[in-house]
């Protein structure tokens, strides 16, 4: 049976995305104490410079357990589309420039996908979360969700691509499902419970 009394692991989230916090501490409940950047002002921007979500996700776990005591995460994470050869990938976040907003990059997004027809416009959201602690990356946990583009955004909920996406299965987008859906099934919600279920909490 479970411990329900057992004290809630701290847990940094290396991110300054009001977001990303909130669906991490949804997925993740009381189990764990998740705080974010906040409380390490000091810490500087970390340069994504790697070629894949895991490269990123490292450098910004690994950034910020050189300056916390305890156990750190940070989540990389985006979106492939098939017809765009995987784009925009490591790239979601500056797909229309540097400071780029949502709807900036959504808007490119529908541009690039004028050509195709809706069942070209296949699509996946990848996440990887790293784990480190002093330093040093303990582990890396992946999740994936399958499904399409719309041709125009619906719904108001959820943040990034959400209103275009709509997950395989279902005819409605993350940002109209609401939370409780979107990270019961998302890439995130993959990856945070790998984490969960890892054998190192003690
Ligand atoms: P990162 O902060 O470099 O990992 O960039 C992640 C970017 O990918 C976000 O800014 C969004 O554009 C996109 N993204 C990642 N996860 C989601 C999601 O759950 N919904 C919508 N967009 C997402």
């Given amino acids: 049976m479970p411990d329900t009394d057992a004290p809630a692991n701290p847990l940094l989230v290396s991110t300054r995305n009001a977001h990303k916090i909130g669906e991490i501490r949804a997925i993740l409940g009381p189990r764990f104490l998740v705080s974010d950047l906040a409380s390490l002002p000091d810490l500087p921007e970390v340069e994504e410079t790697g070629d894949t979500f895991e490269e990123n996700a490292t450098l910004k776990a690994v950034a910020a357990s050189m300056l916390f005591e305890g156990w750190v995460i940070a ?5 492939e589309v098939d017809a765009l050869g995987g784009a925009p990938g490591v790239l979601s976040a ?9 709807a900036a990059n959504n808007d490119l997004l529908l ?7 809706a069942e070209e416009r296949t699509a996946r959201f990848r996440c990887v979360i790293v784990l480190a602690r002093n330093g040093r990356k303990l582990a890396a946990f992946s999740g994936t969700v399958e499904g399409g583009i719309l041709g125009r955004p619906r719904g108001a909920g959820g943040f990034g691509y959400d209103p275009l996406f709509v997950p395989l299965g279902h005819s409605e987008s993350f940002a109209q499902l609401g939370s409780d859906v979107k990270n019961g099934m998302s890439h995130r919600g993959s990856a945070l419970r790998a984490l969960a279920a890892w054998n190192g909490w003690g």
């Fill in 94 to 102: 500056r797909y229309a420039g540097e400071k780029a907003n949502d």
């Fill in 75 to 79: 989540d990389d994470s985006g979106l």
């Fill in 111 to 117: 541009r690039n996908l004028l050509p195709f027809r």
